[in-house]
């Protein structure tokens, strides 16, 4: 078997993984009772397949997990399926993953943070495109107003916690691969 088919088959491995993974996360849904849209550690999900896949992977696990939700798998909080998502009010949410993925990605290899606050601010631009995303489509059914209100607002804090987890995982991982490499060295 050539190099070229096992990377590409583990790519595609870990797109997988990648997918299932953000199934598996999107079960610790909370519902907010005047909003349609539950709070979930998705986007720390999503920092996470970002900062351990190439955008394009990252991009990809996202859309087989958007594909596995329009097949009617039960990949939403709570074990919910729905194979009509695109036309929910979480849409622009779900569609907002598929470009922070691949931005988010893509600006961790590009400047390669060696600081915390770097990465946070990489992060925060995930949370940022999520937020934002899927504001303006929950806002085209409700008004800017609500939408900003029920959307974006009351997301704001576990926002912040999720960003700075990221970046403390990101931190803690850049940390363990140096002492690895260093270990090599000896």
């Known amino acids: 078997m050539n190099q070229s088919v096992k990377i590409k088959g583990l790519s595609f491995v870990k797109m997988i993984l990648g997918s299932l993974f953000l199934a598996l996360i999107a079960q610790f849904a909370f519902p907010l009772s005047f909003t349609t849209i ?4 998705q986007t720390l999900g999503i920092s996470i397949l970002a900062g351990v896949l190439s955008p394009k992977e990252a991009f990809c696990a996202v859309l087989l997990y958007l594909l596995q939700a329009s097949f009617g798998l039960s990949v939403f909080g709570g074990g919910k399926s729905d194979p009509a998502w695109l036309f929910s009010s979480k849409a622009g949410y779900l569609l907002g993953f598929l470009f922070s993925s691949y931005l988010v990605s893509s600006l ?3 400047y390669r943070p060696k600081y915390f606050l770097k990465s946070w601010l990489i992060f925060a631009v995930n949370e ?3 937020l934002i995303t899927g504001t303006v489509w929950l806002s085209y059914s409700i008004g800017l ?3 900003f209100t029920k959307g974006m607002l009351p997301f704001f804090p576990g926002a912040l916690v999720k960003i ?3 970046a403390l995982l990101f931190k803690t991982a850049r940390s363990c691969i140096k002492l690895k490499e260093s ?4």
């Open 38 to 41: 539950p709070i979930t550690p």
């Open 108 to 110: 961790l290899i590009q």
């Open 128 to 130: 940022s495109v999520v």
């Open 145 to 147: 107003e609500k939408g």
């Open 164 to 166: 700075t987890i990221a």
């Open 183 to 186: 270990y090599n060295e000896c």
